[in-house]
């Protein structure tokens, strides 16, 4: 063990005869890249001789030839594998698992934690963190007492990092990558895109990808985003006129011209209006809007019943089995919610329900034979705990949790799913009962999926059913529980990326052309466009663009039942 005192150190004028540049004695500690070429003799047999040194110490690490580390870096890595010409620089401070390819640089006061991967020829600016773990957060345990998780950082080949960036935890940096100095990075970096900001967003491609065989090229697909985009602003007002109807009472929209009236058009057009213009419809001040679906709420179920035909809430007792009824605890629930309101009760029809009649009820749907519809239930149950316990009703915490209870323990580890489809429907009712089940839990309040790879396996085999995703027959439901799981699972794993992009590439084109010039979207392609499928294929953009590395140029991101945030905080899904 060396025991030289740090006075006496000098890794560039060790030799006694050697003059020292003023205010330049740690010279290739800051540049180490030129240290091979210019460090006297003496410098660099005392490098060496410390390399050599340092192997001895630290049987589990390798350095490559001609590599440099500063004595002034603060290595204190398990593994750490050098590239030949590879360098570490002053100040920087490396810890558990660090594997850089050939000619890397990590430059003065970076900080290199985790489990951190690097290609060939990476360059890390100076200042700059790979943060490759995390505490938990989980209230009622300080910070410093949470467990650590690491999926660690993977950067590609021929990478620049600039300086003061920082790269979170389960990053994956495609090669030819560019990093903008002071980038917060919380996502995967897509090979040959230059991004910058917080968070880190496309700014150009520095090597485009090249798109497979019949598919739009990558800067041509981001072209025609950027167009979308600002076409459907621009129609939206002409949109939302076109499926106004003034003799409804109170004013009214419609799905579509001459569709009997319904809660849902109220909804989508305030979230259309909310994505689109950044406000509400100009058609009725917004409080007014809020109002009606506020007080279409059952006070004694907290359920809103459907419309009849003449524009007025139906009288039966609603029913959250009935189809409407339940999709209304999400679409009139968010559409409040994304302007400011919420419900002006509890929904009692859940609130009410203790834990062990949760379970009997999720043993009696139709999981074999019609996931979709037992899916879709759990979604709107899902979501009448995310309002109830915003509303401070603390007894439907344990019911919340019988609830992620049955769902882990009845996930089917071969599909990552629930339940079984019909026969001669392939996967889609599997898939999409998967997508409205995980959207109101897993989703809805940031935890895990159970089984992410086995997700992402069973959505890719449906996907390649032409049945349902070619062009021609492609509809909103389809393509959402599609985009939807795959964007979740890929929170948590880069299983068959490449092939995700690929698939998020090639719907994100289709999905473009969907787009009736002031009309909007229909559900399913070749129908009448309406104000649902217009909601609907709008979050399908953002959630393909997003699989795809090409959000960042769109001005929106879905708020309402299709958005990709959880929408209860830590606090609120607390023990």
Not at 301 to 318: E, I
């Amino acid at each position: 063990m060396r025991t030289t005192p740090p006075a006496e150190q000098n890794s560039v004028a060790e030799d006694a005869h050697e003059e020292v540049p003023v205010f330049d004695a740690h010279h290739h500690d800051y540049s180490p890249w030129s240290f091979w070429g210019q460090a006297s003799p003496a410098a660099r047999r005392r490098q060496q001789d410390l390399q050599r040194q340092a192997l001895l110490e630290h049987p589990q690490w390798s350095i490559g030839e001609d590599c440099f580390l500063s004595e002034l870096a603060a290595v204190q890595a398990e593994r750490l594998v050098m590239g030949d010409r590879s360098y570490v620089a002053a100040h920087a401070h490396l810890t558990d698992e660090v594997l850089l390819g050939r000619d890397c640089t990590v430059n003065a006061f970076t900080v290199v934690r985790g489990g951190v991967r690097t290609g060939d020829g990476v360059r890390v600016g100076a200042h700059t963190s790979l943060l490759a773990f995390n505490h938990g957060t989980e209230p009622g345990t300080e910070v410093h007492r949470q467990p650590l998780t690491s999926r660690g950082i993977t950067i590609g080949d021929d990478v620049w990092i600039g300086s003061h960036v920082v790269v979170l935890d389960g990053v994956s940096i495609g090669d030819h990558a560019v990093v903008a100095a002071g980038a917060v990075v919380p996502k995967d970096v897509p090979a040959g895109a230059v991004v910058g900001g917080n968070p880190a967003r496309l700014l150009r491609w520095r090597v485009p990808p090249t798109a497979p065989v019949g598919q739009v090229p990558a800067d041509e697909l981001a072209a025609r985003l950027v167009a979308f985009e600002a076409r459907a602003r621009a129609q939206a007002p002409v949109v939302l006129a076109g499926n106004w109807h003034p003799e409804l009472p109170g004013g009214q929209f419609t799905d579509s011209p001459g569709a009997a009236p319904s809660v849902r058009a109220q909804c989508d057009a305030l979230e259309v209006a909310a994505l689109l213009l950044d406000g509400a419809p100009p058609q009725l001040p917004l409080e007014e809007q809020l109002g009606r679906l506020r007080g279409w709420q059952d006070e004694r179920t907290g359920l809103v019943p459907p419309l009849d035909a003449d524009g007025r809430p139906a009288t039966t007792a609603p029913d959250l089995h009935d189809g409407d009824t339940a999709y209304h605890v999400l679409s009139v629930g968010y559409a409040l919610d994304v302007h400011g309101s919420r419900f002006e009760h509890p929904v009692r029809a859940v609130a009410d329900v203790d834990a062990a009649t949760l379970v009997t009820a999720l043993d009696a749907l139709p999981w074999r034979g019609d996931p979709w519809r037992a899916g879709a239930w759990v979604d709107a149950v899902g979501t009448a705990f995310r309002w109830n316990l915003a509303r401070g009703l603390e007894g439907n915490r344990g019911t919340l949790q019988a609830l992620f209870g049955w769902l882990t323990l009845r996930t089917d580890p071969q599909s990552g799913m629930w339940g079984a489809p019909p026969p001669g429907d392939g996967a889609r009712q599997l898939v999409n009962g998967f997508y409205r089940a995980s959207r109101g839990t897993y989703a809805q309040f940031g935890l895990p999926l159970p089984h992410p790879v086995r997700v992402v396996d069973t959505v890719l085999a449906h996907a390649a059913d032409p049945r349902w995703f070619a062009r021609e027959v492609q509809d909103a439901c389809n393509v959402l529980d599609v985009a939807h799981p795959l964007w979740l699972a890929g929170r948590q794993t880069a299983h068959r990326r490449e092939e995700v992009v690929a698939l998020a590439r090639r719907l994100l084109a289709d999905a473009l052309g969907h787009w009736r010039e002031g009309r909007g979207f229909a559900f399913r392609a070749g129908r009448t466009p309406g104000l649902q499928g217009t909601e609907m294929w709008l979050a399908i953009v953002w959630l393909l663009a997003d699989l795809a590395g090409l959000s960042d140029l769109l001005g929106y991101r879905p708020r309402g039942v299709h958005r990709p945030e959880p929408a209860m905080s830590a606090q609120l899904r607390r023990p």
